[in-house]
Each structure stands twice: as C-alpha cells, then as structure tokens.
C-alpha cells in the first residue's frame, strides 16, 4: 500500500458504539453495536487501502519527494553571480599541478617507456586509445604514474578511463590516487586486487558522479 494510504490507514479514528447507535440505530437494526462498529472500522481501512495514488503522493504528509528535495538543495547553492576565479587562485592551483607532476612516481614519457618496455611511439599511441593516464603541465611534457607498470593497477586505470573518457586525466588521477573512505581510507590503487578491478572502478566512478 503507498505510504501516504497507509499513514491515513494507520490514524483513521476509533468508531465507537456510541458512534454506531446515534448514526446508525434509527435506520438499520443492529444486534450487536460493539460487534458492527469492529466490523465498520475494517471496512474503512480496507477502502483506504484499495485507493491508488500516483507516485507524487505516495508519500505521508509533510514529506517531500528527492526531486523536490533535489530542487530546494540545488537552489540553496545558487548564487546570483558566477564565480570566476582570480590571477592568485590561477597561481595557486597551478602550484599545486606542478606539485603533483612533479611526485616521484610520476615518470617522464621516456622514462616509462624504457621501464614498460615499450617504444615511446607505442606509449604515444597507448595514451591516445586511453590505455594509459598521462598528464600534462603546459609545455614540460607528459608524465605517467608509475603504477601503471602493475598488470593489475594498469588494469583498473584503463578500466576508468574508458568509463569516464569526458572528464578530464587530472581529475582521474586524483580520483584514483587519493584515499577512498569506502576503501578503509586507500586509494584505489592501492587498494586494487586481480578480483576487485571491478568492485573498485565502481568506487572510483561513484567519486566521478558516473553511474
């Protein structure tokens, strides 16, 4: 039964004997009030039960649906101006890219291409088919998270940038590399197995906002 019947259901109020004999004893014969008001009382609550509301009133009253709740947060973050950010906020976040370009663990093309084995035309090309993450700062070159070096972590960054090819490889990178409290506080790869590539890029993506 929809919630909102079964609040209305649930609060109908008592029919009394009293009730049944000032309503009802100068048109029918009734033999046993306390007996008939029982009997009336489940009558009303199986009509009740038999209404069918559409699905934005299927909820008890004073209850709003997720859109409207969806609607009234939205709302509440919107702000007559846009935010645009400034030349310190600019400087800022590209201090904090070269920071983590800059990481030991990410490796300058050449340098992962000799470690992979690979020619740096290969790794070129793995990059352009989303086989492998690689980032950029302006005009320093590409550099490419070492973890990518695993069979299985390899794995699970292919897996995520198949499944999130319009968002940008910073935000992938930091989706992956940053610790996840559905992952016990690590990170997706270091938390990673053979048999969770999955389990885990489900995390990731959820972090993404994909479904």
């Known amino acids: 039964m929809p919630k909102t019947l079964e609040f209305i259901a649930d609060h109908l109020p008592r029919i009394t004997v009293d009730d049944v004999v000032r309503r009802f ?10 007996a008939f008001a029982a009997e009336l009382q489940e009558f009303m609550h199986e009509r009740v039960e038999a209404v069918e509301l559409p699905p934005s009133l299927d909820l008890p009253l004073g209850v709003e649906t997720t859109e409207q ?32 370009f800059d990481r030991p663990h990410n490796l300058p093309l050449p340098e992962f291409a000799r470690l992979a084995n690979k020619s740096r035309q290969q790794v070129y090309k793995d ?3 989303c086989r492998l993450l690689a980032l950029n700062v302006g005009p320093r070159g590409q550099k490419l998270p ?25 935000t992938l990178y930091r ?7 559905g992952l016990g506080g690590r990170s997706p790869v270091e938390a990673v197995t053979a048999d969770s590539v999955d389990e885990v890029a489900r995390a990731v993506f959820n972090v993404l906002g994909i479904h």
């Open 25 to 34: 004893s100068t048109s029918v014969e009734i033999r046993d009030a306390r």
């Open 146 to 170: 070492d973890w990518q070096l695993d069979p299985v972590k390899r794995h699970l960054t292919q897996t995520v940038l198949q499944g999130a090819a319009e968002v940008d490889n910073w």
């Open 127 to 129: 990059i352009d088919a």
């Open 175 to 181: 989706a992956l590399s940053e610790p996840l409290e």
């Open 69 to 100: 709740t969806l609607a009234r947060k939205a709302a509440a973050l919107r702000v007559d101006t846009r935010w645009v950010p400034g030349e310190t906020d600019i400087q800022r976040g590209r201090a904090v890219l070269l920071e983590a």
